[in-house]
């Protein structure tokens, strides 16, 4: 029984490990008291058309150019 718990204990500690990793990328994700890090796209409401053609020129769609997400 002991076994198999320590296992588990050792899968678990491995996980939060990760996470601690990735949090550490995230400033502020960690906490939900702060407001999420702002994006610079973000205004999806009044941004160009995301099939329109790019406002810099590429002449590719604006979400396949600089709309795309990350
Ligand atoms: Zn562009």
Same mark, same amino acid.
């Given at each position: 029984?002991?076994?198999?718990?320590?296992?588990?204990?050792?899968?678990?500690?491995?996980?939060?490990? /990760?996470?601690? =990793?990735?949090?550490?990328?995230? #400033? +502020?994700?960690? $906490? &939900?008291?702060?407001?999420?890090?702002? /994006?610079?796209? =973000?205004?999806?409401?009044?941004? #160009? +058309?995301?099939? $329109? &053609?790019?406002?810099?020129?590429?002449?590719?769609?604006?979400?396949?150019?600089?709309?795309? #997400?990350?």
């Amino acid at each position: 029984m002991a076994k198999g718990e320590d296992r588990f204990e050792r899968r678990y500690e491995r996980n939060r490990e /990760e996470k601690e =990793r990735h949090r550490k990328n995230l #400033p +502020g994700a960690d $906490d &939900p008291a702060l407001p999420p890090p702002v /994006e610079p796209i =973000r205004n999806d409401a009044d941004a #160009p +058309g995301r099939n $329109d &053609p790019c406002p810099c020129g590429s002449g590719r769609k604006y979400k396949k150019c600089c709309g795309k #997400p990350e």
